[in-house]
């Protein structure tokens, strides 16, 4: 089976790295999506999206002569245009969808950004400590 440019098929996640994952295809060939490609939406950290193993479809957006395959799973997905202007459904790719109906109020998200701000500056601090032989380290 040759793999032609803007066919559909079924591929599986074989690695990932911080600018996109490789899809084996089906014929053994090895494919890169680029995280641009992954989502509709912003991707800063593509394992919240893939999985090495996960099994995923794709579209082939170009193949060069020295073999390199340009892979999309966003492009992959149909959608009405209506839907991918907004963003589309975000179900399914990575984060859960939040079950609450009402929209979170200004209090809400505040005391929520401050949540993650205090354990992400704890995490950093945590680091950092154990590099420099602060709190908790052996010398």
Do not use: C, W
């Amino acid at each position: 089976m040759s793999i032609e440019v803007g066919s559909k098929v079924q591929g599986k996640v074989t690695g990932i790295t911080n600018f996109g994952a490789f899809v084996e295809l089906p014929d053994g060939k090895t494919g890169l999506v680029h995280i641009s490609e992954v989502a509709d939406k912003y991707v800063e950290d593509i394992n919240q999206f893939l999985s090495v193993g996960d099994e995923v479809t794709v579209k082939v957006m170009k193949v060069e002569d020295d073999g390199k395959i340009g892979l999309s799973i966003r492009k992959a997905q149909e959608r009405p245009k209506e839907e991918r202007q907004r963003g589309g459904d975000r179900r399914g790719q990575g984060k859960k969808p939040r079950t609450q109906q009402r929209p979170l109020s200004f209090e809400e998200k505040m005391n929520r950004f401050m949540k993650d701000s205090e354990e992400r500056l704890s995490s950093l601090r945590k680091q950092t400590d154990s590099k420099r032989g602060g709190r908790g380290s052996r010398r």
